[in-house]
């Protein structure tokens, strides 16, 4: 699917740095919190998240996981199966300190064709 960023939300989703798919199903951006900031995610009008992912205060995993979720659906079909495979939540906050959460996002990026794990070289 094609991501384009759109103006924040005025629906009251209450989103930032809002990405919005081409036809307009699916929605991405950043929610303010009061420990930081969240990763939310899911069809744009409907009442429920597919994905909210609490960053905390950092603004690097924040950037780090926004990348990924867009990299993941850039490369879904615009559906209602395209956010099959991410995590959903972390049952640890934030989600970086989460060792599973973390494992399943790995593991859902490393579906994307052209994206692979990088393994640690061997000293001499």
């Known amino acids: ?3 384009l960023p759109t103006r924040d939300a005025d629906t009251g989703s ?3 740095q809002r ?3 081409e036809n307009g199903t699916v929605e991405i951006g950043v929610y303010p919190d009061p420990g930081g900031a969240r990763i939310r995610g ?3 009008g409907a009442p429920e998240c597919e ?3 609490c960053c905390g ?3 690097r995993h924040l950037e780090s996981h926004y990348i990924a979720v867009c990299l993941y659906l850039m ?3 615009e559906n209602e199966n395209c956010f099959v495979g991410l995590p959903r939540t972390s ?3 934030p989600c970086w300190e989460d060792n599973e959460f973390e494992k399943a996002l790995t593991q859902a990026m490393l579906t994307i064709p052209g994206v692979y794990q990088s393994r640690p070289k061997k000293e001499r």
């Open 75 to 77: 490369r879904r079909e």
């Open 91 to 93: 049952n640890v906050e």
């Open 19 to 21: 990405m919005m798919s």
């Open 1 to 3: 699917m094609k991501l």
């Open 57 to 59: 205060d950092s603004r």
């Open 14 to 16: 209450g989103l930032t």
């Open 51 to 53: 994905i909210d992912w």
């Open 42 to 44: 899911g069809f744009a």
